[in-house]
């Protein structure tokens, strides 16, 4: 197909040519069911970053591009997982012109799918970075993200320390908390850090890390909501700034003495 996109690409005078697996008919191949519902899952989530360029396959990695185009936008890719295309488009400042041609899918012959959990994790990193990564970090949305379940986890055992087994506030509130940190801890080396992901004996230090780090943010937080209360600051507007200080000190200690790994990788 690559004389037929490159015809293509001078006749039309397109910015990109795809070659789409969804256009004309059995372009998927004999790819099975679950696979073809997943991408084409992942299609529809593509355009909420997609500026409205009308394409039936954005998540195609077979597509020929102007180098004048590629220049344009190259410096602002977030380089997140393995879908070049759509980052690509998501990256321009402008709506490129886009055409498409119909191929299809082969059986494999040699090596194995790409596609696993850390490929999904990476997908929707991508999407949110096109969407927020100008303003936040996409690793920080996911940490805050990820501890969610610990909040659920830490009412939880809060309340049933309290309510059932008859402890003080003070003992159940230190429970609780220990509670959430591992839960938490867990779900950030599962999403968050997924490509720094900690095993065997470096999950044992990262998770006494993670304590050290999240005892510091917890004690920073109280403090600082209890001055802002006294200060005659609503409760409810002290302790979210209370929790925002130390999301911020637990993300970045974390990944400092959890998963510094990850830093080390990432030098040049």
């Known amino acids: ?12 005078g397109a910015d990109l040519v795809v070659a789409s697996r969804n256009l004309g008919a059995d372009g998927m191949g004999e ?9 084409r899952l992942g299609a529809r989530l ?21 180098r004048e185009y590629l220049s344009q936008v190259i410096h602002r890719t977030s380089g997140i997982g393995f879908k070049i295309l759509l980052d690509l488009i998501a990256s321009g400042t402008g709506r490129p012109k886009v055409c498409e041609i119909p191929y299809r899918f082969r ?25 927020f990564g100008q303003f936040i970090p996409v690793r920080f949305i996911a940490f ?20 059932v087994l008859g402890s003080s506030f003070l003992q159940a509130n230190v429970s609780a908390t220990f509670v959430a940190m591992t839960l938490n801890f867990f779900v950030n080396n599962l999403f968050t850090w997924h490509d720094a992901r900690l095993k065997g004996k470096a999950l044992v230090g990262g998770l006494l890390a993670f304590y050290l780090a999240c005892s510091v943010g917890s004690v920073t937080s109280f403090a600082l909501a209890q001055f802002l209360f006294e200060k005659t600051v609503p409760w409810y ?29 990432r030098q040049p």
């Open 31 to 39: 790819f099975a069911a679950s696979r073809v519902v997943l991408s």
């Open 237 to 265: 507007l002290a302790g979210m700034l209370g929790m925002a200080v130390a999301s911020v000190w637990n993300y970045g200690a974390s990944q400092i003495l959890s998963w510094r790994r990850l830093l080390r990788v």
């Open 46 to 66: 593509s355009r909420v970053i997609t500026k409205g360029v009308a394409l039936t396959d954005p998540m195609s990695g077979f597509f020929m591009l102007r």
């Open 1 to 12: 197909l690559l004389p037929k996109m490159l015809d293509k690409l001078r006749e039309s």
């Open 144 to 163: 805050v993200l990820a501890g969610l379940p610990g909040l659920m986890l830490h009412l939880a055992t809060l309340g049933l320390s309290m309510q």
């Open 107 to 131: 059986n494999r012959e040699r090596g194995a799918s790409k596609l696993d959990f850390s490929v999904s994790i990476e997908y929707l990193y991508l999407l949110i970075d096109k969407l």
